[in-house]
């Protein structure tokens, strides 16, 4: 379930964002990402786990009927998952305003993660992107 209850997410200025965290990355992403997220004035952050893509977009779609702006950060794993959801709420005609893909390789419709080459099947309405490749 989102963090926020449905009443506080629709009065929030704030865009909704979906932190979507890889796999055994929850901690790491609460204690980090999302606590700096919400101190910063983003109170409308939710954090899910990947292999939800529909779940978000369900969320998502709701936040973006109420007028709200949509952003999607997905870190590893949950970076292909974002790419997921985006397609899921692609489908459906919703536009995100932001995708971030942390540590997932995303080139030209398709995304490279643990080696895998994913195909996407149509571009994507985004605003803006921002992809973010850690080199260990």
């Known amino acids: 379930t989102p963090d926020l209850s449905k009443e506080d997410a629709a009065n929030s200025s704030s865009p909704c964002i979906a932190l979507i965290y890889g796999f055994a990355a929850r901690e790491h992403m609460q204690r980090n990402l999302l606590r700096w997220?919400?101190?910063?004035g983003?109170?409308?952050t939710t954090l899910y786990g990947h292999l939800q893509a529909i779940r978000i977009a369900d969320d998502l779609q709701a936040a973006s009927v109420k007028g709200q702006n949509i952003v999607v950060i997905g870190y590893s794993q949950g970076g292909l998952e974002a790419v997921?959801?985006?397609h899921e709420l692609d489908k459906r005609g919703v536009k995100i305003d932001l995708l971030v893909t942390i540590a997932?390789?995303?080139v030209a419709g398709s995304c490279l993660i643990a080696g895998q080459m994913i195909l996407a099947?149509?571009?994507?309405?985004?605003?803006?992107?921002?992809?973010i490749f850690l080199q260990t």
């Open 84 to 86: 997921r959801v985006a």
């Open 104 to 106: 997932v390789v995303v």
């Open 42 to 44: 983003y109170a409308n």
């Open 121 to 131: 099947p149509s571009p994507l309405m985004l605003r803006d992107a921002l992809i």
């Open 37 to 40: 997220l919400r101190e910063s």
